[in-house]
Every structure is written in C-alpha cells, then in structure tokens.
C-alpha cells in the first residue's frame, strides 16, 4: 500500500522519510506512526540504504501527537499500551537500526516529535527551528524517550526545567547546550544535511553500526565491561571486508571504497 502520511526516497546510499502532514506541522496520528514503523524496517532490511534522514515537510519538523486525534480518542484506549504501538517501537529502531540516522530538523519539533529527533543519531537544525517538551502543557509527563535523552544531552537541571515551563528553544540555543550538531539558514539545511548523509553512506556501515552499539550498550555498563564489549564488537568489525579495504588502501596511499560490509 502506499504511504499516506509520509514520504520516502532512497538515493545515493541516503534513505529519506519525511513526515507529511504539514497542516498539523507533521503531528502524528495512528496511521502516520505504522507507516513509520514500516519504513524504517524496510530501511534497516535495505543494504543499499547506508545513511537514513528523517525530516518533516511544510514549516514544522513534528508536533508530536496530533491533538485533534487524541481528543477524539476514547476514555478506554490505555496511554501505555497506545505509546506501546506508536512511538516506543519507532524509538527503539531509531537506535537500534545499525546506520547513522540523522535528524533534518526543518522546524518546530515538539512532545513526541522532540522524542523522535532526539532519539536520531546526529541532528542539522535550521535556523528559526524550534524544540519544545509540551507535554506539561497538555498535563501529561515527557514521553518518547524524551526524559532519557534530554538530561543525557543537556544535563538534569535543564532538562527538567523545559520540561516543566514548557519554554521552546531556539536552534542556536540547542547548539550551545549540546542538543543539536550545527544549525543552518532554513534554505541551507537540506542541502547541508544532503551532503553529509551522502558522505556517510560512502563509509564503513558495518563499523558504524557497531560503534552506535557499543555507545548505545555503554549507557549501562562498567569500564571494565565497556572495554569487554569494545573487544567482542572489535572482533566483529575486525572480520569486515570494510576493515580490510581500509588497512589495504592506507597502505596503498589510495582511498578507500567502502562498501558497508
Ligand atoms: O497516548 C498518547 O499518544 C500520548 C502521547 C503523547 C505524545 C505527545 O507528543 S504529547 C504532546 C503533543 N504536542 C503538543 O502538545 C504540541 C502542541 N503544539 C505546540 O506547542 C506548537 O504548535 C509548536 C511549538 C509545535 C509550534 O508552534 P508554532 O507557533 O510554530 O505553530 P502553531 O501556530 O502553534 O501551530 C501551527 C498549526 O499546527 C496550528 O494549526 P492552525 O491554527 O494553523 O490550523 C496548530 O493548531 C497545529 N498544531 C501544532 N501542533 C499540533 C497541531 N495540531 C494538532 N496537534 C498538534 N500537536
């Protein structure tokens, strides 16, 4: 079936999946969260695709939960079970897919759509974008991985204090407390963000995924269990035709041509 609420493109080694639901500044309803869960596999099973973007269409990044949809939403739908089907499974792929995943922050992105671009590996913001926790605006508590990711990023203190004042942000301010990669002119962020996934899908894959495994697995691990599990992935990395490719071309004083395995 083709998608209704999302747009994908897979070019240059570079799989693109655009929120588009612009009217709502790309706010998710139920069909827009399957159909992300869809592509994102498709993308993870898709050895050509080496790099993945994600952005929104129109002004907005993604609101988040489209309120229209939550109001309409009867009494008896469980929040934990609905966030079980929705957002955490998309979360959880976001940083598990073993390809860099960046975030083309294009505008506001807010509540869930916060969550999704934190839960990217690396994040291009434009100019003029904005972050916004906005759940305590709506009397509810962060979700979408929103309270991992945010004091991990930006330290407790500021975390919490978006949280509960509901401030935005902007871009530039994001930079400076470490949430976002570089910040762009909006005319210049597509192409900015173009030309770096287009470099990664170029690299070692293989060693890539690996490395956001063991960052993602270090959250949770001593040093001397880190540097066990740097030593089991090592092996694996070690066993790559990348691996051989890049030792062979340093000392044929040539470039390397990766080809992700
Ligand atoms: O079980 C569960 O599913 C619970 C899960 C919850 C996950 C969540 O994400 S809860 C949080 C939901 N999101 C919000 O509360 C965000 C609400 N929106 C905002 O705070 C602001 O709109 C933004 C900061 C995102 C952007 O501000 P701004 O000034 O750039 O735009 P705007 O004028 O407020 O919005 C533009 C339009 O988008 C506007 O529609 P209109 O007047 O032009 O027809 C606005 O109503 C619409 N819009 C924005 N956010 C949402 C939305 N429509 C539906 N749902 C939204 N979340």
Redesign the pocket.
Known sequence: MPYTTILTDLADGVFTLTFNRP???N??NDQQAEEVQEALKKAERDDAARCLVLTGAG??FC??????A?KGRSDS?S?RE??GH??NPIISKLRSVEKPVIGQIN??A????L?LALACDLRYAASGA?F?M??S??G?AP??GTSFFLPRLIGYARAYELAITNN?ITSEQALAWGMVNAVFPAEELAAATRELAVKLAQLPTKAFGLTKRAMNKAYQLTLDEALDYEAHLQEIAGHTADYTEGVGAFLEKRSPKFIGK
């Open positions: 009217e709502v500044l706010a998710f002004k907005g609101a988040g939960q489209d309120l229209g939550l739908v929040f609905h966030l929705t957002y505008g506001a807010a509540g869930a759509g969550g904005k916004r906005a759940f605006g709506i509810l979700d979408s935005p």
